[in-house]
């Protein structure tokens, strides 16, 4: 049997303001349901398929957040930033109200795809260690690479503070100066440390796939996109 709640309910849950601010709302007339007017705070709906507006602008209910985001370069991925605007500037105030985190935060300067979410069973999954979620990113470097670099970082490079040398899971040369790394893990600054441990520098750092999740090429610097059914089965575990 399909869930009902009322419209009241339906739009403070999904992050419009308190139950009384939402009652006001549709009391004013500045939502639709399903294509209908409703000022009518106690009708009831089928959250199933359930589309709305709030003051013209049009939403599907989603009981929770699944997301991509275009990371720029110069922000941080925390609610409570130092030095640069956090990525949450970027989603709509409703998503950041209920309370959605990334997913394995990026460096300031370094850009790519984000997941983010306010499931804690899909965020525990996609960055726990031990579910080790392969991750590629596209390293730009100083210094053109040699086969013996790739090879190198294939074998396993050995780091400060760690007590084992750490390998690429893969490694491609895309050109002279562009490589594709890929990790499953996710230690800090590990893609900087790696290709500093082969003696040559990152200059620009992209993360492009999660899984089996690229990075679209339609999604603009700054964008983001609700995960699609098809995006979050390139996610699940095999």
Not at 171 to 181: D, K, L, Q
Not at 197 to 203: D, G, L, T
């Amino acid at each position: 049997m399909a869930k009902k709640l009322n419209i009241e309910r339906i739009i403070s849950n999904q992050g419009f303001g308190t139950r009384k601010q939402c009652r006001i709302m549709i009391l004013n007339e500045e939502i639709t349901v399903n294509g209908t007017m409703c000022d009518d705070p106690d009708a009831t709906f089928d959250l199933e398929n359930l589309h709305y507006t709030v003051k013209g602008e049009p939403w599907d209910y989603r009981e929770k957040s699944y997301l991509m985001l275009h990371k720029p370069s110069n922000y941080e991925c925390s609610h409570k930033t130092q030095h640069h605007p956090t990525i949450y500037s970027l989603l709509p105030h409703p998503l950041v109200v209920r309370d959605v985190q990334c997913i394995g935060r990026l460096d300031e300067d370094t850009t790519g795809l984000i997941l983010i979410s306010d499931d804690g069973q899909f965020i525990h999954r996609m960055s726990s260690p031990k579910h080790k979620v392969p991750k590629v990113y596209e390293v730009t470097c100083k210094h053109p690479v040699s086969d013996e670099q790739i090879a190198h970082v294939l074998k396993g490079v050995q780091l400060i503070d760690e007590n084992a040398p750490i390998a690429a899971l893969a490694c491609t040369r895309i050109n002279e100066y562009v490589i594709h790394m890929t990790l499953a893990e996710g230690k800090y600054h590990q893609v900087k440390r790696m290709v500093a441990a082969i003696s040559n520098r990152v200059e620009g750092l992209k993360r492009i796939q999660i899984g089996e999740l690229k990075l679209p090429d339609n999604l603009a610097v700054g964008k983001w996109c609700w995960l699609t059914a098809d995006d979050m089965k390139k996610l699940s575990p095999k």
